[in-house]
């Protein structure tokens, strides 16, 4: 079992920076991890993941460049760096697991541990 619990959200100006982390309790190992985003009355859609090795990331269009994902697996962390923030970004992300793909996913039924989102707000 594995718990994830994300920190870093908030309130900031459009071309503003956010970092989001995210800490799990349980290993792991082997799994890709993705952070996902919610706007109100949108389905959840991918923003980035990474593999479990760290050496292959992808990056919805929308965020490529603006964007960085990383993890540090002695620290079971998985971090979101947000820079150029747009009001488009407004929205829950979330941190994800997934047990089965160890190079990550876009398919949100891959993932198998989420945690309980943050909330960004970028102003105009």
């Known amino acids: 079992q594995v718990q994830l619990v ?12 956010l970092r989001l982390s995210c800490v799990a309790s349980g290993r792991t190992y082997g799994y890709g991890m993705g952070w ?10 991918v923003v980035a993941y990474i593999a479990w090795t760290g050496s292959g990331t992808y990056y919805t269009d929308s965020v490529k460049g603006r964007f960085t994902i990383s993890r540090d697996n002695d620290k079971n962390t998985v971090n979101l760096q947000m820079n150029n923030l747009k009001p488009e970004d407004t929205a829950v992300y979330y941190c994800a697991a997934a047990t089965r793909r160890y190079r990550g996913s876009t398919d949100v039924n891959d993932y198998d541990y989420w945690g309980q989102g ?3 707000t970028v102003s105009s």
């Open 36 to 45: 996902f985003r919610q706007a109100p009355g949108k389905e959840r859609e």
């Open 6 to 17: 994300e920190s870093g959200g908030g309130l900031v100006q459009a071309g503003g920076s």
């Open 118 to 120: 943050t909330q960004d």
